[in-house]
Antibody, heavy 118, light 109 residues
Framework: QVQLQESGPGLVKPSETLSLTCTVS?????????WGWIRQPPGKGLEWIGS???????HYNPSLKSRVTMTVDTSKNQFSLKLSSVTAADTAVYYC???????????WGQGTLVTVSS | EIVLTQSPGTLSLSPGERATLSCRAS???????LAWYQQKPGQAPRLLIY???SRATGTPDRFSGSGSGTDFTLTISRLEPEDFAVYYC??????????FGQGTKLGIK
């Protein structure tokens, strides 16, 4: 059974960089599939941030592309997200998920709330 | 950018009733990459339907998806208490990638 778990700081200061890690169990990140990040501001809808393949191929949402970096660590079976120059608008629950590209996301991690505030 | 518009925004029904949720795209999308998710409070979204009409593993057969081009529908044939949640549609296109609808909240009447 594939499971994903997000981890990282719950509070980030404005203008700093948000960093999150997704640890995958039950499946090797290097066995295929793309691995993605999606976020959801409190009380709002879902926004795709980006997806990456274990080989390093990345696809980012054009609206966030200038601030997003995704990496993968196959030795730890993890992939990570960095979002730079954050503002209050980046406050959201951040989810990691597995998905083919193109395709859909399944399964998802439980999500982690990141608040941007001084 | 392809915009997905879901209607209605809120739907109030009783257990046992039939629910029909709509997802309309601003331009034609590939049915292959049209999915539906269910999200309950405090939980992550769960994939229900992919490829517009294929049920994901574990999705009860009272859920069905249909549609093509710009109009897609999620139907719940007979509502169970656990079906009351928010539902999102999602599509993939070359640019900008994945987009989601704004969601339909299905509440108990």
């Amino acid at each position: 059974q594939v499971q994903l778990q997000e981890s990282g700081p719950g509070l980030v200061k404005p203008s700093e960089t948000l960093s999150l890690t997704c640890t995958v169990s039950g499946y090797s990140v290097s066995s295929g599939y793309y691995w993605g990040w999606i976020r959801q501001p409190p009380g709002k809808g879902l926004e795709w941030i980006g997806s990456m393949y274990y080989s390093g191929i990345t696809h980012y949402n054009p609206s966030l592309k200038s601030r997003v970096t995704m990496t993968v660590d196959t030795s730890k079976n993890q992939f990570s997200l960095k979002l730079s120059s954050v503002t209050a608008a980046d406050t959201a629950v951040y989810y990691c998920a597995r998905g083919p590209l193109p395709g859909w996301f399944d399964p998802w991690g439980q999500g982690t709330l990141v608040t941007v505030s001084s | 950018e392809i915009v997905l518009t879901q209607s209605p925004g809120t739907l109030s029904l009783s257990p046992g009733e039939r629910a029909t949720l709509s997802c309309r795209a601003s331009q034609s999308v590939s049915s292959t990459y049209l999915a539906w998710y269910q999200q309950k409070p405090g939980q992550a979204p769960r994939l229900l339907i992919y490829g517009a009409s294929s049920r994901a593993t574990g999705t009860p057969d009272r859920f069905s998806g249909s549609g093509s081009g710009t109009d897609f529908t999620l139907t719940i044939s007979r509502l169970e208490p656990e079906d009351f949640a928010v539902y999102y549609c999602q599509q993939y296109s070359r640019s900008p990638g994945y987009t989601f609808g704004q969601g339909t909240k299905l509440g108990i009447k």
